[in-house]
């Protein structure tokens, strides 16, 4: 048996640690649950709940199971928004009370970086990280960053990568590939995120190769 047998974490911590700038990071809603930012689940799930209670519906103890009992199918997230939100403008709207945070959230700590979110931003600090892609909607990233004194290249939309600063002179490159929640050109339906903008995918193609992918 070998030490470092089966102990993934720690040789990827050396790789990362000799290796700076070589690893680009992909954060996923995992990493805004913590902060109490709700998942896509969690969204679906209180649109249900709020669409129902508006026709008069009483309390549920399983919305998923009234929903499917109601329409024959599973809570569908991108069917929900088109159908309560008409254009990508109000479908960002919708999403808004979920993310952005109120007075009492502030007060109670929600919806602000988690200490993922800091450690990530010392990484980047340092130099060991250049590159993060993520697909979550919310600001908590640029906040943690920004909070070390690190000003990220912020791309999150097709138009936003036409001007933004080159990759190579950026000391971090965030992309936000789905968009960000204060933006009417977030992607937040199924046919919004079946094919990336053709320079997303040909950004993609050059992380990819030259960087190591953290997810």
């Not at 979110?117 to 990233?141: E, K, W």
Request: glycine share 6%.
């Amino acid at each position: 048996m070998t030490l470092l047998r089966d102990d993934v974490a720690t040789k990827l911590a050396f790789s990362v640690h000799e290796n700076k700038g070589v690893y680009a990071l992909l954060l996923g809603s995992g990493l805004s649950r913590s902060a109490q930012i709700p998942t896509g689940w969690e969204i679906t799930l209180d649109l249900v709940r709020r669409v129902a209670v508006a026709q008069g519906v009483a309390d549920q103890s399983d919305w998923a199971a009234w929903y499917r009992d109601k329409t024959g199918k599973d809570p569908s997230y991108s069917e929900l928004m088109k159908e309560i939100g008409s254009s990508p403008g109000e479908r960002r709207a919708l999403l808004h009370r979920y993310i952005e945070p109120s007075e009492e959230d502030l007060t109670e700590g929600r919806k602000l970086p988690t200490k993922a979110h800091h450690a990530i931003a010392q990484l980047v600090r340092s130099g060991h990280v250049r590159v993060i892609v993520t697909t979550n909607f919310d600001r908590l990233m640029e906040n943690a960053l920004r909070e070390l004194g690190v000003e990220p290249t912020v791309v999150s939309s097709a138009d936003a990568l036409s001007g933004a600063e080159p990759l190579t002179h950026s000391k971090c490159y965030l992309l936000k590939l789905h968009g960000d929640y204060k933006d009417a050109r977030i992607l937040n339906t199924d046919e919004e995120l079946s094919v990336y903008p053709e320079v997303y995918d040909r950004l993609l193609d050059r992380l990819f190769d030259e960087h190591g992918l953290v997810v």
